[in-house]
């Protein structure tokens, strides 16, 4: 394996190609439902079996799908570079195509939490219902970070962009704070490379030197293998 480090920010554009639906779609709604009813503190406390429900049925979707050509590309890059992923993605697509470093930043589905111990967490594939308990006695909930929670993996992500010798952005508009803002902690000598269909350019990233590759995440990444290839 290559010393040059890679490191990959990664969102629902790459999972789309999979069959997994977007996070918003261009009515606002996710899967029918308005985000702050299924994804925020004030939706949880209002009706916990509605959002108990909305990420079981996102849960089950997992298993009705598989890492497309795009995730399975970055797994096969760790052969040549010391790769990083950094991902917006709840699903687990990265790991099962073969990712050994994933960081998610807005949690995981097949994990859940404590409401009142926030520190346990568990691995979980089945549903969650109302009454599933932490060892503690407090209700578990997804281990996804809701609209107006922190981000903890934030702290984690910065140092690994910093390091990058090349930062690839694939599948994300980075248009959602905070993660929008991790670019602006690359290094100045790292090369940016940008895929995504419809790319919006971000003021994080024209203060920096980057390459637009304006197509899908299964054909982009062929584009910067290649690229990355002709410059060893």
Known sequence: ?????????????????????????ADG????????????????AKDQELVLDFYNQRRRQLKEV??????????????????????????????????????????ELRKVRSVGHPELIY??????????LCENGFQLRPHIVWF???????????????????????????Q???AASLISYASSEAQIF????????SHELTMRKHQVIAETATNGIKTFISMIKEDR
């Open 123 to 132: 691995n979980w594939s089945k549903d969650l219902n109302v009454g599933d």
């Open 1 to 25: 394996m290559s010393s040059r480090k890679l490191t990959v920010l990664s969102g629902a554009g790459i999972s789309a190609e999979s069959g997994i639906k977007t996070f918003r779609d």
């Open 176 to 178: 959602v704070y905070p």
């Open 194 to 201: 940008y895929i995504d269909p419809k790319p919006f350019i």
């Open 66 to 107: 598989e890492p497309n050509a795009a995730h399975l590309a970055l797994a096969k890059l760790e052969a040549d570079f010391d790769i990083q992923i950094i991902t917006q993605n709840v699903d687990d697509l990265h790991e099962r195509a073969g990712s050994s470093n994933v960081l998610h930043l807005h949690g």
């Open 29 to 44: 709604l996710w899967e029918g439902h308005d985000v702050m009813e299924v994804a925020s503190p004030q939706g949880w």
């Open 148 to 174: 107006g929670e922190m981000v903890p993996a934030l702290e984690e992500a910065v140092p690994l962009v910093a390091a990058a010798d090349i930062v690839l952005i694939i599948g994300t508009s980075l």
